[in-house]
């Protein structure tokens, strides 16, 4: 396969979901089509058009952090920390004993497509109700949405890049892409990298409901998020993180890592459409994985499996569908497809990176997870899905797509590790 640089590999993954908060609990809930989806908890609901979310449920940032630190930090940024160490504990990372030079060598890129927004009402109604003098010290750092990168940088001392980046849905898979740059142009050796979102709050949930974009099912939140079935009526809106550590191929050999899936490119393409609705053929998404494709000199019919933005919305899974169409040709009919969306709902900026990981994790143990809730074809929407049951098959190559409000569309294509 064609590089442009050096490679890059995957060596340690964690997340925060709606369906498990470590990587083992969310891959078993994947495999088994568990549904996240339940009313929410975190407010009162009764004067919205939408009473459910896929929230994080069962966390407790002191199991991950001292009570100082998750005191400083937003519920999104608590997710990315819990996130971000275990996948250094999964990449048998032990930051205490890293030498100066690798500190240096050392980087960090959390996007977040909204930020603090939890911490930003909290505060907002402070200031109203008590006046400015009220408002807490930390308002500031709690809201803004590179603060987890540099507190992850500040408490495990890496001083190489660190940075945030947004670009909505999209937003995990850029900083994939940062991290994935950063090393093979030789600013890192090693990164971490993903998303975080923690915004269902209040005015959240009721401008998603402005802009006609959830689903409304209250009387049947766990089958609401139905992407590809004629009866989806929007998304469901999901949070919690996604953390990667990425690494150059020979240090990560050097140092006896365990290799989990070698990333080999990405695509990236604007539809230049619309704010928020996605362009009807699909014809951004198609560019996007074409050339990521003959960027990493792939043909189409390498690829097993495509882990699909799949959001439940009307146009969106046309235009994705159109798209996969579009690049693949008959293989698209051959191909593995399936939206975990329909599990963890739509984790908005933390979408892309929670979904590269189900990507790598589908790769490592050749099993594809379902689409769940699936029950009435849509004859727009006819390819092979994994409806309702996971599948086991060889995966040697995969794909997630992400794509995001702007017109933003992003594709990262992992393969299994390499064994030279």
């Known amino acids: ?37 339940g009313p929410i908890t975190a407010f009162d609901t009764s004067s919205h ?8 449920r069962g966390f407790d940032p002191l199991d991950h952090m001292d009570r100082k630190r998750a005191g400083r930090l937003d519920p999104f940024g608590q997710y990315a920390f819990a996130a971000s160490a275990e996948a250094l504990r999964d990449a048998s990372i032990n930051t205490d004993t890293l030498s100066e030079e690798e500190r240096e060598r050392f980087g960090v890129v959390i996007g977040n497509g909204i930020g603090g927004y939890q911490s930003a009402e909290a505060q907002m109604r402070i200031y109203f109700e008590k006046g400015p003098r009220r408002v807490s010290p930390l308002y500031v750092p709690l809201i803004i949405p590179n603060m987890p990168s540099g507190i992850l940088a500040i408490d495990f001392s890496l001083k190489g890049p660190s940075y945030s980046v947004a670009s909505a849905c999209a937003t995990g898979n850029n900083a994939l892409f940062d991290a994935w740059s950063l090393i093979q142009l030789g600013y890192a050796d090693s990164m971490l990298a993903g998303s975080a ?13 402005a802009a006609k974009a959830l689903s409304t099912r209250n009387d049947s939140p766990e089958t609401a998020s139905r992407p590809f079935d004629a009866e989806r009526d929007g998304f469901v809106m999901g949070e919690g993180a996604g953390m990667f550590v990425m690494e150059e191929y020979e240090h990560a050999k050097r140092r006896g890592a365990r290799i989990r899936a070698e990333v080999l490119g990405f695509g990236l393409s604007t539809d230049a459409h619309h704010i928020t609705a996605p362009e009807p053929e699909g014809l951004g998404a198609s560019r996007a994985m074409n050339d990521m494709l003959k960027r990493a000199g792939l043909a189409p019919e390498a690829v097993d499996y495509v882990n699909m933005h799949g959001t439940s ?19 698209a009919y051959k191909l593995k497809l399936s939206s975990s969306k329909s599990m963890t709902g739509h984790m908005i900026s933390a979408a892309a990176a929670a979904e590269a990981v189900v990507t790598v994790l589908a790769i490592e143990n050749d099993c594809i997870p379902p689409t769940i809730n699936f029950q009435t074809p849509d004859p727009e929407c006819d390819l092979d899905y994994t409806l309702n049951e996971a599948c086991e098959t060889p995966v040697r190559v995969g794909i997630s797509n992400s794509f995001g409000f702007g017109g933003h569309n992003t594709s990262v294509l992992f393969a299994k590790a390499p064994k030279d």
């Open 49 to 56: 058009a939408t009473r459910f979310a896929c929230e994080v």
């Open 197 to 209: 979102e923690a915004c269902i709050t209040p005015s959240l949930v009721a401008g998603f409901n």
């Open 313 to 331: 919305t009307k146009l969106g899974d046309i235009a994705e569908t159109k798209a996969i169409k579009r690049v693949f040709g008959a293989h």
């Open 1 to 37: 396969m064609t590089q442009h640089g050096k490679r890059v590999v995957i060596t340690g993954m964690g997340a925060i979901t709606p369906i498990g908060n470590s990587i083992p609990e969310f891959w078993e809930a994947l495999k088994q089509g568990r549904s996240g989806a």
